[in-house]
């Protein structure tokens, strides 16, 4: 079975100058991935709006707007008819986009017994959302013990992107959810991308320390980081998220 999972949202800034590039990018972004994957048996697609919402934004923006994305529904259905899972969440809520999608694709593919090619689009919707969704990937692929038996019939993940026709593939790697906040853990990824002493990194980061001892603890249990000679430094993991971060952030 072949999935096509994305993100996707309607941006309603009331300043056209600021709104209308992000929904025509965001159209764009949509319609070039879909196009880059082959027609799927189903499609999934995360959003901070129901599939109605979504339609009954587009109808109360500009003449462009509208049309970009009656092209993006004209797609989805012309792709899968009716056969779309439209799940609601908060997309700037990491832990809740992560937990939403592992769930959705549980219900989605609990039954099936044949080979799963998933194909992800993350260059739509909100950047930390489209890292949850990522992780929630990762972690299905690597270490979810519902899906033992799944890759047993065959089981194939490819997150990716496309942007102004360019496609970006992203690492297919054994990626621990961050139960910490998202931003400082990539923040605190980002200062010892060269490597930093403790001191340099306290320094280098806004946070409390309750918040800064936290945020190091679960990065360096879950080999985002290591110390050596005095200095902390990314593990491959660790690069490879703050890679996937830092394409997604643009």
Not at 102 to 112: D, H, N, Y
Not at 217 to 236: C, M, Q, W
Request: proline share 4%; glycine share 6%.
């Amino acid at each position: 079975m072949k999935v096509f999972l994305s993100l996707l949202t309607v941006y309603t800034y009331p300043s056209e100058r600021g709104r209308v590039p992000l929904n025509r990018q965001e159209a764009a972004k949509f319609l070039d991935a879909l196009e880059e994957a082959p027609a799927p048996d189903r499609m999934l697609i995360i959003s901070d709006v129901s599939q109605c919402e979504f339609e009954e934004r587009a109808r109360g923006l500009t003449e462009a707007e509208r049309r970009d994305f009656e092209m993006v529904r004209r797609a989805i259905e012309r792709r899968t008819g009716r056969g779309v899972d439209w799940v609601r969440v908060d997309l700037l809520d990491y832990r809740g986009v992560r937990a939403r999608t592992l769930e959705a694709l549980r219900l989605l593919l609990g039954g099936v017994k044949a080979k799963v090619d998933i194909h992800a689009n993350l260059g739509c919707g909100r950047k930390v959302a489209s890292v949850a969704v990522y992780v929630a990937l990762m972690e299905l692929a690597h270490s979810d013990p519902f899906y033992r038996r799944m890759r047993r019939c065959g089981f194939r993940v490819r997150p990716y992107q496309v942007e102004e026709g360019k496609v970006t593939e992203f690492p297919v790697l054994p990626v621990r959810s961050i139960s910490v906040d998202m931003e400082d853990a990539m923040d605190m990824l980002m200062a010892v991308e060269e490597g930093a002493n403790l001191d340099a990194l306290k320094s280098a980061t806004n946070l409390s320390q309750r918040e800064f001892d936290r945020a190091l603890s679960h990065l360096r249990k879950f080999g985002y980081v290591d110390f050596n000679a005095g200095a902390i430094r990314p593990t491959e993991k660790g690069r490879t998220i703050l890679r996937v971060w830092k394409a997604l952030k643009g």
